[in-house]
């Protein structure tokens, strides 16, 4: 069973920086599609951002792009989300996603789920 274990969450100013880590274990993700999804206070859990297994794909929400870059490292087992210009509508719970196929990830779609870290984005 695939488990996945974020870390890397916290509180920010607005326009600052953060980067997520999510570390996987129970087998190797390097053949699975992983990504984040978020859920802020009182809406809709949002999909984020996904990346194919090798890499080579990515997708990210409309609200994000330009701001967030994700990345995945096979050897290390993990996947990364870095998010820079943060407004305090980023402020969410962020969670390690990862799904059997990219179009499902890109679907919100999600086989696998993390047990989330928080993000608060306030002066």
């Known amino acids: 069973q695939l488990q996945l274990v974020e870390s890397g969450g916290g509180l920010v100013q607005p326009g600052g920086s953060l980067r997520l880590s999510c570390a996987g274990s129970?087998?190797?993700?390097?053949?699975?599609?992983l990504g984040w999804s978020r859920q802020a206070p009182g809406k809709e859990r949002e999909g984020v951002s996904c990346i194919s297994d090798n890499g080579g794909r990515t997708q990210y929400a409309e609200s994000v792009k330009g701001r967030f870059t994700i990345s995945r490292d096979n050897a290390q087992n993990t996947v990364y989300l870095q998010m820079n210009d943060l407004k305090p509508e980023d402020t969410a719970v962020y969670y390690c996603v990862a799904s059997w196929g990219f179009s499902h990830c890109a679907g919100d779609e999600y086989d696998y789920w993390g047990q989330g870290t928080q993000v608060t984005v306030s002066s």
């Open positions: 129970g087998f190797t993700l390097r053949y699975i599609t």
